[in-house]
């Protein structure tokens, strides 16, 4: 018998909990995003800290509370690796063993030949950077030639910026195609991402018209295993791009955290017996690489602030889950993602309060979890269900 008819599942890209045991293997020795952002900009989080936020670990900032709304915990990354794909495939129950391709001296000519021959222009830049960075770097010159800005990072990735008035999105978009077929075998990256962005020498912007070109997963997540029973699967924002829409009944766009929050809302007042899966990128996206913690402080509060709207919007038998993917430290000289746990709230009108959840090995025991409450089972992770009724 179902515990719960809907599961709620809130991603905050970004916000890690704290360096993992083994971060110093991965650069990260020292990251610890929510923990430092806390610190330094002292962000007001009261209904995440009701939840139970507090109670996870100590923080410099945010005290534990003596009987918390809801169950917490702290879950570390299974996978082998520390990005978006990965993460999100481990909390839909698929832990990944082996990395994906990374490029610390830029890509090879093996990658680039073909590529400039596709798209039938050369290229800039070819090397580890910040997003934001290297259109102020490459941008003038870009707009001056043509030339796509092909760049990477810590992660497996193959990104390729340009103004949208010099190659039109779609354009762009092909081009990314072009990559993402070039990309196979050993240099199988995790994705390919459009990058556009606009404005002039000085004050160019990159604008909401990523696009993302993923793998698909290698076997059935907990989504595909959910549609094939009959159940809902919404995912929101980027979640449909990052499973290459396997396993999604419905996708719900959105550009930014306040999207991200509208879309969840409408989800929840429409969508039956299943899982609502969103993530909120504006953590990462703007705060996290651009080592803002100011901003990123503003962006958690912003969250906490429409949080009881989510709250007041859930059923009695549904369960919001809050969580994260991986880290990405603001307050490191680094602009890359991090190797921490990540936070593990969640909260039901039928939830006994206070209950801890420890630190939990994997992410895929959010995903086992769900797949307990409908009688399922996802190749990873141990079911905490029993704790929460």
């Not at 010099?166 to 995790?190: K, N, Q, T």
Request: charged share 25%; hydrophobic share 40%.
């Amino acid at each position: 018998m179902r515990v719960f008819e809907r599961f709620v599942l809130i991603v905050l890209d970004s916000v890690g909990i704290g360096e993992m045991p083994d971060a110093e293997h991965w650069g990260d020795a020292g990251s610890d995003t929510l923990g430092h952002v806390i610190a330094e900009a002292r962000p007001r989080l009261p209904l995440m800290q009701s939840l139970g936020l507090g109670n996870i670990r100590p923080f410099d900032g945010l005290l534990p509370v003596r009987e918390p709304l809801g169950a917490y915990g702290k879950a570390a990354i299974g996978s082998n690796g520390k990005e978006t794909t990965v993460g999100h495939w481990e909390l839909a129950g698929l832990i990944t063993p082996e990395p994906f391709p990374t490029y610390p001296e830029g890509f090879p000519p093996r990658i680039i030949e073909p590529f400039v021959r596709a798209v039938g222009r050369e290229v800039l830049g070819n090397k580890p950077a910040s997003g934001t960075e290297i259109i102020m770097e490459l941008g003038e010159e870009h707009v001056r030639t043509g030339k796509p800005i092909v760049y990477t990072s810590a992660d497996s990735v193959f990104q390729i910026a340009a103004h949208e008035e010099v190659v039109p999105l779609e354009e762009l978009y092909r081009m990314c195609e072009d990559a993402r077929s070039i990309l196979v075998g050993g240099d199988r990256v995790a994705r390919v991402i459009a990058r556009p962005f606009l404005g002039a020498a000085g004050k160019f912007t990159r604008t909401e018209n990523r696009k993302d070109y993923a793998i698909p997963p290698p076997e059935k997540t907990l989504l595909d295993r959910m549609m094939e029973k009959g159940l809902a699967t919404v995912g929101v924002g980027k979640i449909a791009s990052i499973f290459c829409d396997q396993g999604i009944s419905d996708s719900l766009p959105a550009h930014n955290n306040a999207e991200a929050m509208e879309q969840t809302l409408a989800a929840l007042r429409t969508a039956p017996a299943g899982l609502i899966f969103s993530n909120f990128v504006d953590f990462d996206m703007l705060w996290g690489h651009r080592n803002d913690p100011q901003g990123y402080a503003r962006a958690l509060e912003e969250f906490d602030s429409r949080l009881p709207e989510v709250l007041a919007a859930l059923r009695e038998d549904d369960c919001l889950v809050i969580t994260a993917d991986h880290g990405c430290d603001p307050t490191t000289a680094s602009t890359d993602h991090s190797r921490e746990y990540v936070p593990v709230l969640v909260y039901s009108k039928k939830l006994r309060g206070g209950a801890s959840l420890g630190t939990r090995t994997s992410m895929a025991d959010i995903g086992q979890t769900i797949a307990a409450n409908f009688g399922l089972r996802v190749p990873a992770g141990a079911s905490f269900l029993p704790d929460l009724h």
